[in-house]
């Protein structure tokens, strides 16, 4: 072969899109900690301590809590996937990019689907849910909790409420918000709850972890069907995080220990101070942004802190600055999706990033970048 390959040189970014936000070094070095066997003692010990710090971050007790190797979307196909039998009712709320791609697994699943939906920017109404699960019950009704697509965090309390008077289970996605603002999961009553690691828990991107609640546990063990996955069948996935050890794949060592040090890290932190933490850094990010004349496209009660959607001054090429930003600056946001694409940015201010200097430094950039 007569090309040379030089030694890889990526550039260092300050990552402020929806994902992936920037890993601490110490999450770094954990994950050059040599590689060992899935079922070594020292490994499954290692597995332990990440399934305990999980269920801190979700602010639950559910024993049925693991790590899923694949991003936010293999926890989302798990969740639905283990939960849906052919036929079964499902009621999606959708209000943005990852709600219509929940419908789409729920059709794979061939679940029968129903939606209701809200606009963009806006949220599901727990009325909404009602009139739906009034009209026709539902096994399961799934919710994205921060829609990463137009920046809005969905009160989940309520619709909990709702749901379980209907008799359905609940189903959140948290992939965009869990570390960063907070999820109680046990307070709030979801039965099904997963979320990605390159975003709020500042781990790289390809683990996601999942918590199942006792009602939850109850209909995977009610199936009559197996699972279509086999790789993401909950009830094998157990069998190798649980107590039994049984083989189900190859462990990915050096990713679990980023995610052990990326959770460790939220565990020292406190989730109180780090929710703080995230809400200082947007209030600081929407008052730069107003100050140059922007306006935020979520109402200030609805706003997820680790995700901000910004219009656009009126006639601006916004990608164009996107791109001024990474040459000049490399700092990485993101451009709108769906109905604001063109029209608006996203900024994520999501765990390790979620720092008033980076806040101080995207502001710096953006004024240089839209004066001249
Ligand atoms: C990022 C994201 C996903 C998908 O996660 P991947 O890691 O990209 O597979 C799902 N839901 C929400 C709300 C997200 O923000």
């Given at each position: 072969m007569e090309a040379t390959f030089t030694d890889l040189n990526t550039p260092a970014r300050l990552l402020l899109g929806p994902g992936p936000s920037l890993v601490p070094p110490r999450v770094l070095r954990a994950m050059a900690t040599p590689t060992i066997g899935h079922l070594d003692p020292a490994y499954l010990s290692v597995m332990d301590e990440t399934m305990a710090l999980a269920r801190y971050v979700f602010q639950t007790q559910n024993p049925f809590t693991l790590v899923l190797p694949g991003t936010g979307s293999a926890g989302m196909e798990a969740a639905l996937y283990n939960f849906i039998e052919e036929g079964d009712p499902v009621l999606v709320c959708v209000a943005g990019y990852f709600g219509e791609r929940i419908c789409e697994m729920v059709t794979r699943a061939r679940g029968d689907l129903r939606r209701v939906d809200a606009p963009w920017g806006q949220v599901v109404t727990p009325a909404q849910v009602e009139a739906a699960l009034k009209e026709r019950p539902a096994k399961l009704v799934a919710i994205v909790h921060g829609e990463t697509s137009t920046g809005i965090a969905q009160p989940l309390h309520e619709i909990a409420e709702v749901v379980h008077r209907h008799g359905a289970l609940l189903l959140v996605d948290t992939v965009a918000s869990l570390g960063g603002v907070s999820v109680p999961v046990d307070e709030i009553g979801i039965d099904i709850c997963y979320t990605g690691s390159q975003k709020c828990l500042s781990a790289p991107p390809g683990l996601a972890p999942i918590t199942i609640g006792p009602r939850a546990e109850e209909a995977l063990a009610n199936r009559k069907s197996k699972v279509q996955s086999w790789y993401l069948d909950l009830t094998l996935l157990r069998k190798y995080w649980g107590p039994e050890r049984v083989y189900h794949h190859?462990?990915?060592?050096?990713?679990?220990?980023?995610?052990?040090?990326?959770?460790?890290?939220?565990?020292?932190?406190?989730?109180?101070?780090?929710f703080a933490r995230h809400a200082a850094c947007a209030q600081m990010l929407y008052e730069g942004l107003e100050e140059m004349d922007m306006s935020m496209l979520v109402a200030p009660e609805h706003r997820l802190a680790s995700l901000t959607t910004v219009c656009a001054p009126a006639g601006m090429d916004e990608m164009a600055v996107r791109k001024r930003l990474m040459a000049e600056y490399n700092i990485e946001i993101a451009g709108g999706l769906g109905v604001f694409k063109g029209t608006c940015w996203r900024v994520g201010l999501m765990g390790h990033s979620a720092r008033p200097e980076n806040v101080v430094t995207l502001l710096g950039a953006l004024r240089k970048v839209i004066l001249q």
């Open positions: 190859t462990g990915p060592a050096n990713m679990i220990f980023a995610m052990r040090e990326a959770l460790r890290i939220v565990h020292e932190e406190g989730l109180e101070a780090r």
